[in-house]
């Protein structure tokens, strides 16, 4: 069952392979950092699952139309089933430092740039199980533009690449998605709304001895996340955002659904 669930959390994380943002850069020598708390839950075969981490993440424009981004640096509380409650199960130790990501993207023209992410393996032996530890790369294109003032819409289209790790293969996924933000200056609010469209283009795959685990290429998911950003000063602002992902349901694994929120602290710089 635990070989289901590591398989069922990697599905998880490759869906939330992104970009730092899909909106043009800014002035050069300008940046952000953030941190806060994330918080998923789904259901992987007959047991329930729930995370909790602790992240941070920031951008800094080093040039102009460039900007290099630190992601997913942080910590995870648990990543557990609800068999979990009691701490003699074995595999239920799952908090530990989570992998960070090295990413890069440059606005060569006025409405598209390019991305690239590195995602660098290391986790924690506990955060993973020991098991899951992937290199793994993702390039995109983005597309921003304005239809009106205070109103933008932010894309990309992606692939990522994950390397195999002991037992488990990954390989490639394609990645769509858009956001669509309505600044309302005068009070320092930014809702938005946005999706994203993912599929497999080749096979999931976790061998324990002589059974192995797959989620097929051609699966789809799609995410949808509502979230606002709230400006305390021009320095300091606060974000919170909820996301639904529905999956394409295998025999063998889960999860066809997932929900989550995060709640964060940035500041401008």
């Known amino acids: 069952m635990f070989k289901k669930i590591a398989l069922a959390a990697a599905v998880a994380a490759s869906a939330s392979f992104a970009t730092y943002n899909f909106f043009p850069v800014g002035a050069a020598h300008s940046g952000q950092v953030e941190a806060g708390i994330q918080y998923n839950w789904w259901e992987a075969g007959p047991a329930d699952m729930s995370s909790m981490n602790i992240v941070a993440a920031g951008e800094f424009v080093v040039i102009d139309k460039l900007a290099l981004s630190l992601q997913g640096l942080g910590y995870q509380l648990w990543s557990e089933n609800t068999e979990c409650d009691d701490d003699d199960v074995?595999?239920?130790?799952?908090?530990?430092?989570?992998?960070?990501?090295v990413g890069a993207r440059y606005w060569f023209m006025p409405m598209l740039g390019a991305a690239l992410d590195v995602n660098i393996p290391l986790n924690s032996e506990d955060?993973?199980?020991?098991?899951?530890?992937?290199?793994?790369?993702?390039?995109?294109?983005?597309?921003s533009t304005e239809f009106m003032p205070g109103l933008a819409l932010g894309s990309e289209a992606g692939i990522s690449y994950k390397f195999e790790d002991e037992n488990t293969t990954e390989g490639l996924g394609l990645k769509i998605q858009a956001e669509l933000d309505y600044t309302i200056a005068s009070i320092g609010l930014t809702p938005w709304i946005g999706a994203a469209f993912n599929i497999r283009l080749?096979?999931?795959?976790?061998?324990?001895?002589?059974?192995?685990?797959?989620?097929?290429?051609?699966?789809?998911?799609?995410?949808?996340?509502?979230?606002?950003?709230?400006?305390i000063t021009q320095m300091f602002y606060v974000k919170a955002n909820f996301l639904m992902t529905f999956a394409d349901e295998t025999e063998t694994m889960g999860p066809d659904s997932m929900m989550g929120f995060n709640v964060k602290f940035g500041v401008n710089f």
């Open 90 to 101: 074995p595999g239920c130790d799952t908090d530990g430092l989570k992998a960070m990501t």
């Open 127 to 143: 955060a993973v199980g020991g098991k899951y530890d992937p290199f793994g790369l993702y390039a995109a294109i983005q597309f």
């Open 202 to 231: 080749s096979d999931i795959e976790v061998e324990e001895g002589p059974v192995t685990y797959k989620r097929g290429s051609g699966d789809n998911s799609i995410d949808l996340w509502i979230g606002a950003s709230y400006s």
